[in-house]
C-alpha cells in the first residue's frame, strides 16, 4: 500500500511540474509570437492536468496531502488544483 501512495504522490507532483512547465512555455510562445512555444505550452497544461486529476482521484487528502506547502505553491504557480488540494489536506491534518 505505501508503494502505491508514494507513485500517487509523485504523479501528483509530475503533473504540477508538467502544468507549471507548460504555463512557462505558453508565456514564453506568448511574449516571443511562438506558435510553436504556445502549442507545446498547452500540450503540457493539459497533460499536467490530466495526471494531476488522476492523481487526486487515487489520494486520501487526509494523509497524502503537502497541507500548506501545496495551497502556497498553487497560489504561486496559479494552480487552482494544488490550492484547494492543500487546503483540504492542512485542514483534515488540523
Partial sequence: MADNSNNNQESLLGGHAQYVKGV???????ISG???WKSSGEQD?????????HAGEQRDPSS???GKVEELA?????CQGMQH??????????
Avoid at 512557462?24 to 506568448?30: H, P, V
Avoid at 498553487?74 to 496559479?78: E, I, L, Q, S
Wanted: no cysteine.
Fill in 64 to 66: 497524502q496531502g503537502y
Fill in 85 to 94: 488540494e492543500g487546503a483540504a489536506s492542512a485542514t483534515k491534518k488540523d
Fill in 34 to 36: 511562438s506558435h510553436a
Fill in 24 to 30: 512557462t512555455e505558453a508565456a514564453i510562445g506568448d
Fill in 45 to 53: 497544461k493539459a497533460a499536467g492536468l490530466s495526471a494531476m486529476k
Fill in 74 to 78: 498553487g497560489k504561486a504557480t496559479g
